[in-house]
């Protein structure tokens, strides 16, 4: 009789221990924000194989800035895995405020950097500071190419314009996207223009151009060449509605190495996701940290399924 009680208690326990593993059926879908980068586009893909790998079903929404941190307000987005601190600070300071977003306090990025640059020919020919773009007004065609409208970037470029910051306020900020901003950057090196663009690291263009960060940027971008911590974003109560998607989302961790060689087949148009996967199928030594703690959609053991999946078992 009390073996049969004992059993009993037994396989309740494992049951209600098996249903409290398992995430709620509304976590499957994971959303995430993408606001057209290509270092974006990498650590998405990254997160999104492994959620694949442990039976979830990430999808990726590309928005602006603005329209990716009301997303996160309004819960039509649950991660972003892209705010670039400090440029977006301004940003992001009126959610954040009104606590309407949550921040994890963990960098998923540091030693990241975000400034104006130039090819290397440009800085040799003394454009090495900020100070020194207006005094190339006419050599620059008096443009300052940014990307994407709605970018963090563009709104500090446009502020210096409007206010006459460093004397560009004769200047015009040249809006397109990150694809469009690089054509011209190495058609400019092409026929070795001057040209003054956003550039930042980690990105392909670090090893693929020869390019020189502008000093003296410091008030506007930041110190060290606009030095970053790129942090996760998430709605305030993600972790209580799905906390192993959270806790995936906490212990991510990349770094500029992990980015730019993931990036470089985006940008010779392979798919995120599939680039992702090849890198990590060759990598796989970065999931013990990534999936510490963390189990597969149904409740079960998620480093060798993640393993299994990226090894294609």
């Known amino acids: 009789m009390n073996r049969l009680l004992t059993a009993s208690l037994c396989a ?18 994971v959303r995430f924000a993408d606001v057209g980068w290509t270092d974006i586009a990498a650590t998405t893909g990254l997160a999104s194989t492994v959620l694949e790998g442990l039976g979830y079903k990430p999808t990726k929404t590309i928005a602006s800035v603005p ?17 670039w601190s400090p440029t977006m600070d301004p940003m992001i300071d009126p959610f954040k405020k009104a606590g309407q977003v949550k921040i994890l306090p963990t960098p998923n990025l540091t030693g990241a950097k975000y400034t104006l640059a130039v090819p290397d020919y440009a800085y040799n020919a003394g454009i090495k500071t900020f100070s020194d773009i207006a005094k190339n007004y006419d050599k620059l065609d008096g443009k300052i190419y940014g990307i994407e409208p709605g970018n963090d970037g563009n709104a500090l470029i446009k502020k210096m314009i409007d206010s006459n910051q460093y004397g560009l306020g004769k200047f015009k900020l040249v809006e397109s996207s990150e694809a469009g901003m690089l054509i011209e950057v190495n058609r400019a090196i092409r026929d070795k223009k001057p040209i003054v663009f956003l550039g930042w690291e980690p990105h392909p263009m670090n090893v693929q151009m020869k390019i020189d960060y ?10 060290n060449y606009g030095e970053a911590r790129v942090l996760t974003v998430t709605p305030t109560d993600y972790e209580a509605r799905c906390p192993n998607v959270a806790k995936l989302v906490s212990n991510l961790q990349f770094t500029t190495d992990i980015e730019n060689h993931v990036m470089l087949p985006i940008m010779n148009k392979t798919d995120a996701n599939k680039a992702a996967r090849e890198w990590l199928k060759a990598n796989p030594a970065v999931l013990d940290k990534w999936l510490a703690g963390v189990k597969t959609f149904d409740g079960g053991d998620g480093l060798p399924a993640v393993k299994a999946y990226i090894a294609g078992k």
């Open 12 to 29: 309740l326990t494992f049951t209600a221990t098996s249903a409290l593993a398992a995430e709620p059926a509304t976590c499957r879908n």
């Open 67 to 83: 329209i990716t941190f009301a997303g996160v307000r309004s819960k039509q987005i649950d991660v972003f895995l892209g705010y």
């Open 214 to 223: 502008l000093s003296g940027g410091d008030d506007v971008f930041g110190p």
